[in-house]
DNA sequence: GGCCAGGTGTAAA
DNA sequence: TTTACACATGGC
């Protein structure tokens, strides 16, 4: 699958059919709880790595806000190991739930009320995952930069200074992409496009036909 | 055996 | 305010 660096890529994107997703926001299972978990789970790792994890948590039935608030860290950590780092990701993720649970109360709550800066401000929450939060939990219009973003944009020629400056750009541009996805919501626009960059860019027959 | 995977926090320059 | 490094496992 080759696609022209250009302007369009997106649009060649959805061509090509990488939004064949599963779930309606790309991630599984999105607008839940376990989102948060996964977000922190799959940092610097595979998402399959981060959802062996993830049923293992829901096998022993500790996926909520409450279990994961009092669960021994040494015990959680051993249930996610497989995901990597998994002593510090145990930590984030209690340390998360138990502000989320002492802040908002619940997951509902959470996502009603939260905002980027009390995101941020957690212990192992940086940008992306905050923003994975964002979009993808609580189906806020925000999209998500990674490093397949970066690198697709990089390639293509263009040039950012900041997360931020990525993100506005995108934010921007996506809106006017919004047409190719008559009556979806702008949150769901930003999650699709945002699923369909990781998946084309994990694709092995995925290449960026160079500028002329 | 080296490199990478849906990053982040911290210390040192 | 940047850069380097630690965090850790599993698959190729």
Excluded at 37 to 60: C, D, F, H, P
Excluded at 172 to 191: D, H, I, S, T
Aim: net charge neutral; with cysteine; aromatic share 14%.
């Amino acid at each position: 699958m080759l696609i022209e660096c250009s302007l369009d890529i997106l649009q060649r994107l959805k061509e090509a059919g990488y939004d064949n997703f599963e779930d309606p926001y790309w991630w599984p299972n999105s607008g839940t709880f376990e989102v948060i978990v996964g977000a922190i789970l799959t940092q610097n790792t595979k998402w399959q790595r981060a959802n062996e994890s993830l049923q293992m948590l829901k096998e022993k039935g500790l996926l909520s806000l409450e279990a994961l608030s009092e669960i021994d860290t040494k015990v959680l950590s051993q249930y996610i190991k497989r995901s990597g780092f998994y002593k510090t990701k145990a930590k984030y993720i209690q340390s998360l739930c138990k502000a989320i649970k002492n802040e908002f109360g619940d997951f509902e709550t959470f996502c009603a009320k939260v905002n980027r800066q009390w995101l941020l401000s957690q212990k192992g929450v940086g940008e992306e995952t905050c923003d994975a939060i964002l979009n993808y939990a609580c189906k806020r219009e925000v999209f998500v930069v990674d490093k397949y973003t970066q690198k697709l944009l990089q390639d293509c020629g263009y040039e950012f200074e900041s997360y931020e400056e990525i993100q506005n750009w995108m934010q921007k541009g996506l809106k006017g992409w919004q047409r190719l996805y008559p009556g979806y919501e702008l949150a769901r626009v930003y999650a699709i496009f945002h699923g369909m960059i990781v998946e084309a860019s994990k694709d092995k027959n995925f290449k960026l036909m160079p500028k002329a």
